[in-house]
């Protein structure tokens, strides 16, 4: 679902006929993201139709791009589809394509081996 909304798919019905998903069960899972505060709903209105809702990125849901990137691109790596990635990653601006990695404060990427995770001991440890 977040897929279709990165791809610029806001309505329910673009985003189940993207799917193929059962009404019920994205409606549900929809429901679920706003609640969690992924995404938020904003009203519109067709042309002789009633008032419905559209789903937009919040910030929180537009930082996990990032997040949602680097687990594709593990995959396309280690477990590739036969048929292809399921979308590429590219600028809006130029088209080129790019890569998660780690950067450090000065914008240089840094190997994936030379990054540590380190546990700040808890006070009363």
């Not at 059962?22 to 042309?47: D, H, I, M």
């Not at 419905?52 to 929180?60: C, D, N």
């Not at 600028?91 to 450090?104: H, I």
């Amino acid at each position: 679902m977040l897929r279709e909304v990165f791809a610029d798919r806001h309505r329910f019905a673009e985003i189940q006929a993207s799917l193929g998903v059962a009404p019920n069960l994205l409606s549900a899972r929809l429901k679920l993201l706003v609640e969690a505060g992924v995404l938020g709903t904003r009203t519109y209105q067709g042309p002789g139709s009633r008032h419905r809702r559209s789903y937009h990125l919040t910030r929180a849901g537009e930082e996990l791009r990032i997040v949602l990137a680097a687990l594709q691109q593990w995959g396309d790596r280690h477990r590739p589809r036969p048929s292809g990635p399921s979308a590429l990653r590219r600028t809006r601006s130029t088209g080129e394509a790019v890569n998660v990695g780690f950067v450090d404060e000065g914008g240089r990427e840094v190997p994936c081996a030379d990054v540590a995770f380190v546990v700040e001991p808890r006070p009363g440890d």
